[in-house]
């Protein structure tokens, strides 16, 4: 099975680096980010597993919970985080999911047969906290991925689900963002006291509303 935007997040119950997970109950009422690696003791998984660790503070200010999903078994994790901690000068500071049987990786489509069939593609799940899927990305195993990107489609999401905006391309917290199509140009000066410019009928720009 895979999943798509606005599905329920499927549960499970997996064996982690720090115990068992349940994970909606885990999730709780925080966002969550669920990201998959091919293996244990590869070169880019190690440098994306110490990335996330030393960016553990920006995902909590953003009320994020992060947890990775590797197909080793936890003793493997175990071992693996002293190497990540060592040569990434962190301390992994989440859970590591132990998917040996691909369970959870088949349930939310981390495997791509035509890719590899023995690894784990590199994708990306935000959940939200109603554990619906907001973003899937996936990457080559042989390319690491840019956590402050994810960092920044966290700040859209968060913003465009309490406003009537979207945010344009390259958008970074504190600039413009585009009102909603759906919103009409006449109602706009009610909803967006800080002001806005209409470029085009389709196009108005406002600064970003929550700051
Ligand atoms: C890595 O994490 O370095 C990696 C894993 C599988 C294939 C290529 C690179």
Redesign the pocket.
Known sequence: MSIRLGDTAPDFTAESSEGTIHCHQWLGDKWGILFS???DF???????LGTVAKLKPEFEKRNVKVIALSVDPVQSHLEWIKDINETQNTTVNYPIIADPAFEVSKLYGFVHPNA?DK?TV?SVVIISPDKKVKLLITY???T?RNFDEILRVIDSLQLTDNYSVATPANWKQGEDVVVIPAIKTEDIPAKFPKGFKEIKSYLRITPQPNI
């Open positions: 690696h091919p293996a590869t070169p880019v998984c190690t440098t994306e590899s690894f590199r080559p195993a042989s690491g």
